[in-house]
């Protein structure tokens, strides 16, 4: 018995491991390592380069991002676009990288009445389903892209 617990719990632990570690690659900043600097993170979450057409995907993705349901973006072909949050046509004009970065990663940093979710940070959220505790919406990559994606929106 004790030895089938043992094993359980080593189990258990490794797959806890095994899914920090693949949350979490090289060159990652983690949720709770994030730097705030007035209203902007500076520096980016992740060492690859951020790909602005995967950001689109995740914008346009109404299960991972949905960013729809909430705010308006220049594409027309979307139907059924939010009007609670701010219209991102012109976002790349108004707000500079780092500025996008922390309004995504955690909007509350500016306007603790916000709607938005943060969508990288893990700590002092309590209406968490257990098998997405500690786990951020977005990566850290994701993000990038995502940020990468709005800055190209200029007009």
Do not use: W
């Amino acid at each position: 018995m004790k030895r089938t617990t043992t094993a359980l719990v080593l189990s258990v632990t490794l797959t806890q491991i095994t899914a920090i570690a693949r949350a979490q690659p090289t060159g990652t900043t983690p949720p709770n390592a994030v730097v705030v600097t007035a209203d902007a993170i500076l520096e980016p979450l992740t060492a690859s380069p951020p790909d602005p057409t995967r950001g689109r995907t995740i914008v346009l993705d109404r299960a991972n991002g949905n960013c729809l349901i909430c705010h308006k973006v220049p594409v027309p072909a979307e139907l059924f676009q939010g009007d609670l949050g701010p219209d991102l046509t012109g976002i790349g004009k108004r707000l500079t990288l780092p500025q996008l970065r922390l309004r995504l990663v955690d909007q509350s940093r500016l306007n603790p009445a916000t709607m938005m979710p943060p969508f990288y940070r893990v700590d002092g959220l309590t209406r968490v389903a257990p098998r997405y505790k500690n786990m951020p919406v977005l990566s850290a990559q994701e993000i990038e892209d995502v940020v990468a994606y709005l800055a190209t929106l200029r007009d």
